[in-house]
């Protein structure tokens, strides 16, 4: 006769933070207006009491607008869990502190110049239809950094980047 195993008396810390990433996605995702989870990964577990976890999760949220989906800036939420009987979300998501970094480099498009808004729109290409109307571009010191977007198959728009140095060749990211 088989012998039934023993519940584990604390719940694994991939358990409980996979609860809270469920739990992101599903708060996060409304129909009016259209948003969308992408992905909500549990970056941390932090144990506040016996039974009482905090999860930092990063949420990437994909929004409706006359161009399709667009990726809003990722957020870091901390979810609440009780694990004194199950796994349970005590609260809502309330913002994270955390050290992660969400900043972006600011885009102006007003000093693109034509031939590398027309290069970017040839490399795009490769990844679906490019709007060479939404090009925002950043100068460095090595060349540019190209954001546009790019609708695939499914008719969704996609902001999508594409470096190039100063006479429009590809490049990897500095860094």
Do not use: C
Not at 143 to 149: A, T, Y
Request: hydrophobic share 40%; glycine share 6%; no cysteine.
């Amino acid at each position: 006769m088989p012998v039934p195993a023993e519940p584990r008396a604390r719940p694994e810390a991939v358990e409980v933070g996979s609860v809270a990433a469920w739990y992101a996605a599903d708060y996060f995702t409304s129909t009016e207006p259209p948003t969308y989870v992408e992905r909500a990964v549990p970056v941390s577990v932090e144990r506040l009491g016996p039974e009482l976890h905090a999860v930092v999760v990063l949420v990437q949220v994909l929004a409706r607008d006359e161009l399709g989906y667009r990726r809003l800036e990722p957020k870091a939420v901390e979810v609440v869990v009780d694990t004194s009987d199950g796994i349970r979300v005590v609260d809502r998501p309330q913002p994270a502190d955390t050290r992660i970094s969400f900043d972006t480099v600011e885009l102006d498009s007003t000093d693109l110049p034509q031939e590398l808004v027309d290069r970017a729109v040839e490399l795009a290409t490769a990844a679906g239809s490019p709007l060479a109307e939404t090009a925002k571009g950043a100068e460095f010191e090595g060349g540019w950094r190209i954001e546009i977007d790019v609708v695939d198959e499914a008719g969704i728009a996609w902001p999508m980047v594409v470096w190039l140095d100063h006479g429009g060749d590809p490049i990897n990211p500095p860094g």
